[in-house]
């Protein structure tokens, strides 16, 4: 089974979800069921695997102001129509015949904003359906950019917390896998809005700096004795689970001192030491 998520990224709610057949149904496919359900004034930050033309033309001109943002292909050959500045420019993208056959009410070429930028030594690239520049100005699009990692923050929180990093499901009927993830889904959202609602009540705290761990183990005890509880206290209870937002603000997100690297595996047997030879 695959399935594709779009978050709120400030609070980690996740506002759509799609599910399909691994071996009928792509993640560009599921992506496109998500378009109606995106409102109107918005931006969804995308993954490179999601680079499809037709499904970005479709994204922006399924409603009022749609926008999407997303890498830049490697490879990905446009013609530039208009230089915009220092590091951007308006340019044109070609679709294939097989993207234009795919999507029939795609055009046979798509414009969009392209943004580069060095980040940390290396030239990032970003490409958006956002072409005014006066309303969105560079360095905001590429900083914004940064916060899609916020997803993958969000898997590891329902992986590692609600799954206890197992590796498979407990069910075993393709119908039954899909409402076991529609429980973990609602579940983490149940937690995420009440940890929103923590972060609300305190001063300058975004919902995703309340630390998920922790204050699931807490919610999970209070919101599973609540059932028996006198209807009269409830309120009494609920304000004082709100009153314990402030113990689980994570701290200050440090900088990354060392660049990014593959870990090595651990090794299931140990290895024999090398013995050379004379």
Known sequence: LRMVCQME????????????????????????RLLEQTPDNSLTIMDKGFYALGLLHRWQSSGSEKHWMIPLKKGAQYRVIEKLGSGQALVELSLTPQARKKWCDAPATLTARLVSKEVSGRTVQIL????????????????????????????REMKQHLLNNELTLRSKKPELVEQELWGVVLAYN????????????????????????????????????????????????????????????????????????????????????????N
């Open 190 to 277: 149940l937690l995420r809005f009440m940890m929103a609602q923590m972060a609300y009540g305190l001063k300058n705290v975004e919902p995703y700096q309340i630390g998920f761990k922790q204050a699931a183990l807490y919610l999970t005890a209070q919101l599973s004795i609540l059932p028996a509880v006198a209807p009269g206290r409830i309120p009494k209870v609920m304000n004082e689970i709100m009153a314990m937002a402030e113990s689980f603000v994570l701290p200050i997100r440090r900088q990354r001192h060392y660049p990014r690297a593959v870990k090595k595996k651990p090794q299931r047997y140990p290895l024999r030491p090398s013995q050379k030879l």
């Open 9 to 32: 990224v400030t609070s980690h709610l996740l506002s759509g979800v799609s599910f399909g057949s691994i071996s009928e149904t792509s993640e560009v496919d599921l992506a496109a």
């Open 128 to 155: 958006t359906s956002m072409c005014d520049t006066l309303r969105y100005p560079k360095a905001d699009i590429v900083d914004l950019y940064g916060h899609r990692w916020e997803i993958e923050h969000g898997f």
